[in-house]
């Protein structure tokens, strides 16, 4: 079958199941992944595993796979990556905002900033956050705030949201050290201190553009702060109202959020940075700076606030158990979510947008743009996408070649991998579920406001390519 109409099968399934059968989103992605095992045969198995690097008798016994199999493989893995972290972002969310810590960074912040420039302050703190820490920790340390801040004025809630996801999804694909953007930079040769200043450069500008669509649909559309079980939203309208001298102090409050951010943010620099691979810093901070163990080391920080300053401190227990509960739901759906991308991976779709890249003349820029955000609508992983577009365009590295710095073709792939995520991507799951949106909304909030900056981006890196080519 051919990898094209596997993709618009799997579409069709969970879109049906979720917006005409109504069933919960869990099985919904499940049902779909299974018809997308079930339709793709095992010829395309083998080559898919073939191109991945498999020998040749592994590609046959990959290919002869029981369908639950790839299937329970694949949600695994995508466990694996982000179940821990979902786990205890979940119990750092709830702990900040039961002791009060998130209710002293608000008004922290509103006596520094003023209330009105809250989104700002939203956009450019996670844009810088995301450079050195992945997307999903970013979101995980900020929703407490947003919450936060969204139950003291709810007409903003949907804004101060976008600001958050803006900022963050940008540099996650345009500003190494993070592996999509450095690895495409890799491939074509490009210097990382120039990647990062264009990087950050073109993401300035595209945050922008963010910004300018999160205050048009927070005006037309209205996002309700709902009830999430870990946190009621009455109980956040009554820590507004508690005293300052019973929260906790702005250094304590902070710490469970910039912990991580020091670890794993060290971490990257001193992987980049240092020469002496077998340095003992290096190694304290491979290990303090895994993204599994820093977020421990802060759910723990967070769990002792909570202990000390929550007024019910029999509930400790219960709130945690809250935690948890809400967190697995959510890992729950990210990793069907997981479970889908990875086996429209292996219905060979990465190949098909090869040849289909080849087939057309398009201009350079374009080419890896709309090749990347094929690969991105198709199977979900912005990372693979940009991966996999550098493999069809990593022979255009020559600047003679293209008539300009290649860092341009960097960041096109990389505006490129915004457009279009759905749900068969693990953020929009992360993103729909922690921030309480039905999937109609996280279409309007989260991926129509990636797709506006994704071609922003596209506008800006071929009008620099035209007036600025550094060659």
């Not at 595993?49 to 590609?59: K, R, T, V």
């Not at 479970?339 to 090869?354: F, M, N, P, Y």
Request: glycine share 10%.
């Amino acid at each position: 079958m051919n990898p094209i109409l596997i993709l618009l099968l799997g579409l069709a399934v969970v879109l049906f199941c979720i917006i005409v059968l109504r069933l919960h989103a869990f099985i919904s992605l499940l049902l779909a992944a299974l018809v997308v095992g079930a339709v793709t045969t095992p010829d395309i198995l083998y080559h898919y595993a073939l191109s991945q690097g498999m020998g040749e008798d592994q590609a046959i016994t990959f290919s002869k796979q029981l369908l639950s199999k790839r299937v329970v493989g694949a949600f695994g893995n995508t466990c694996a990556k982000v179940g821990i972290l979902i786990a205890l972002a979940s119990i750092i969310g709830t702990a900040l905002l039961k002791s009060g810590g998130a209710e002293r960074i608000v008004r922290s912040a509103m006596k520094l900033f003023g209330k009105e420039r809250a989104p700002g302050a939203f956009l450019s703190g996670s844009f810088l956050l995301a450079i050195p820490v992945f997307f999903d920790t970013v979101f995980y340390l900020m929703i407490p705030l947003i919450k936060s801040f969204g139950v003291r004025n709810p007409k903003k809630f949907s804004l101060y949201l976008m600001c958050v996801i803006a900022g963050a999804v940008m540099a996650h694909s345009l500003v190494p050290p993070t592996p999509g953007p450095l690895f495409v930079a890799e491939e074509l040769g490009v210097d990382l201190g120039v990647m990062m200043l264009m990087g950050i450069f073109v993401g300035i500008i595209t945050v922008l553009a963010g910004y300018a669509y999160a205050k048009y649909a927070s005006k037309r559309w209205d996002l309700p702060l709902r009830d999430t079980p870990e946190v009621p939203i009455k109980e956040l309208q009554t820590m507004t109202e508690t005293p300052d001298e019973e929260l906790p102090g702005i250094y304590f409050a902070l710490l469970p959020i910039m912990l991580p951010v020091l670890l794993i943010a060290g971490n990257t620099i001193l992987k980049t940075t240092m020469t002496n691979k077998d340095s003992v810093l290096l190694s304290v901070f491979g290990t303090l700076g895994d993204s599994n163990l820093a977020l421990l080391f802060s759910a723990l920080v967070s769990l002792y606030l909570m202990y000390r300053y929550n007024k019910m401190a029999g509930d400790f227990q219960k709130n945690v158990q809250a935690a948890l509960s809400s967190a697995g739901v959510i890992i729950l759906i990210t990793a069907a979510g997981g479970a889908l991308g990875a086996l429209l991976q292996q219905s060979g779709i990465g190949d098909t947008v090869k040849h289909m890249a080849g087939d057309y003349q398009l201009a350079v820029l374009p080419l890896g743009f709309f090749a990347t955000a094929v690969m991105r609508t198709a199977q979900g992983s912005a990372t693979v996408a940009m991966i996999t577009a550098i493999g069809i365009l990593s022979g255009l590295s020559n600047s003679a070649t293209l008539g300009f710095h290649p860092v341009y073709l960097a960041i096109a792939i990389g505006c490129g991998s915004k457009v279009f995520a759905w749900m068969n991507d693990s953020g929009f799951w992360i993103v729909t579920k922690m921030s309480g949106m039905t999937e109609k909304e996280s279409m309007r909030f989260f991926s129509f406001l990636l797709l506006v900056m994704g071609f922003t981006g596209l506008a800006v890196v071929m009008i620099l390519a035209k007036v600025m080519p550094l060659v």
